[in-house]
């Protein structure tokens, strides 16, 4: 049998959900290396709705993290509650505003984030497992509260997150967008994305890096 990586999910569009370039390069590789994988996303409400033409919050408007990240899996994703560790070899957490709004309170709360409940169980199983845990973009923010303290990650070069990430324990590397960091002790990899791209381009090469080491330590 194939290996399985789960991917979670925060909805569709970086300034509200999921990056989608992001989650499309991330499965994409996957599919690439002949890798299977399921998403995954809370089931409730987003934070808030952003109209993604002018940035601007549509107040009066509300969605569904679940729902929307139905968009970017074209249907085929499960509710977070559901996701079993011992289904998949690895997990995977692509980036976006939703990371900071929906999977965690990050955007309001900065070092003082709390993690959306179900994703601290989720991840605690596949780390307790030893199992690879991938990250990209702002999503390397939540590790400290997720995994626990003194793990090494990066998002690029942005000082406001990575003193947050210090401020929980965490241990920030700075790091190129076509690169990755990698903690080897803790099976973490992480790497900037669209924290720093400034095309599609540039945020490939690093996420199909993110994910080839995903693979290559699915096997050790």
């Known amino acids: 049998m194939s290996k399985q990586v789960a991917v979670i999910l ?6 509200d959900g999921s990056e989608i370039y992001e989650t499309t390069l991330t499965l994409l590789r996957l599919d690439q290396l002949g890798i299977g994988y399921r ?4 089931n409730i409400d987003q934070h808030d709705v952003i109209d993604h033409r002018n940035g601007e919050s549509q107040s009066e408007e509300r969605r ?9 899996a074209r249907g085929d994703v499960a509710p977070l509650e559901e ?26 709360d900065g070092a003082d984030l709390v993690i959306q409940a179900g994703l601290g169980e989720a991840l605690a199983d596949f780390y307790e497992d030893r199992k690879p845990i991938g990250l990209m973009c702002i999503a390397p923010v939540m590790v400290p509260r997720l995994l626990g303290p003194g793990i090494a990650v ?5 000082p406001s997150v990575a003193g947050a990430i210090s401020a929980m324990g965490g241990l920030h590397r700075s790091c190129g967008v076509e690169d990755i960091v990698v903690d080897f002790e803790n099976r973490v990899v992480t790497t ?14 690093g996420i199909f890096k993110l994910v080839d080491r995903i693979d290559e330590l699915m096997d050790l």
């Open 10 to 15: 925060s909805g569709c569009g970086v300034q």
């Open 83 to 108: 996701l079993e560790a011992d289904e998949f070899d690895a997990v995977i957490l692509p980036g976006g505003f939703g990371v900071a709004k929906n999977l965690s309170t990050f955007a309001e």
């Open 64 to 72: 569904n993290v679940l729902v929307e990240s139905a968009r970017l």
């Open 154 to 158: 990066t998002v690029g070069h942005d």
């Open 192 to 205: 900037p994305a669209y924290m720093l791209a400034t095309r599609i381009g540039e945020a490939a090469t």
């Open 39 to 42: 998403c995954f996303a809370p």
